[in-house]
């Protein structure tokens, strides 16, 4: 019997449900886990509903404004912070290619190699 870490878990406040972390929004800091309280599956018909009084309140044209705004400083504000897995898929993807263009034969024999080790139709 295998035991899960702690927080790798977590109760839904809604429906009582215990699910793992991954089934909750990230919402806020001041959490120990950093989750909000409610599952996403309890928790998005709330946020529809509250989304949906935002935008009846502030009329549907400034709605979309916001939305627009929210969104390109969030762009903004990720540009470049690249994961390090991201970072090393490309690091990966420009040797093989240097490879390639190096090496065509070493190349193919890899590659043919690769897919009949994993089974694939070479």
């Not at 309140?57 to 897995?85: C, F, P, Q, S, Y």
Request: charged share 35%.
């Amino acid at each position: 019997m295998t035991t899960t870490p702690k927080l790798a878990t977590k109760t839904c406040s809604r429906c009582g449900q215990t699910k793992p972390l991954s089934d909750y929004w990230r919402l806020t800091k001041n959490k120990k886990d950093g989750r909000f309280n409610a599952c996403i599956e309890c928790a998005r018909p709330l946020a529809d509903v509250a989304t949906q009084r935002r935008r009846d309140r502030m009329g549907d044209n400034a709605w979309l404004a916001e939305h627009r705004a929210v969104a390109k400083r969030a762009r903004i504000r990720h540009a470049g912070k690249d994961t390090a897995e991201s970072l090393a898929n490309k690091a990966g993807r420009r040797a093989l290619k240097k490879l390639r263009a190096a090496h065509p034969d070493e190349y193919d024999r890899l590659y043919r190699l690769e897919r009949y080790e994993l089974g694939l139709s070479v």
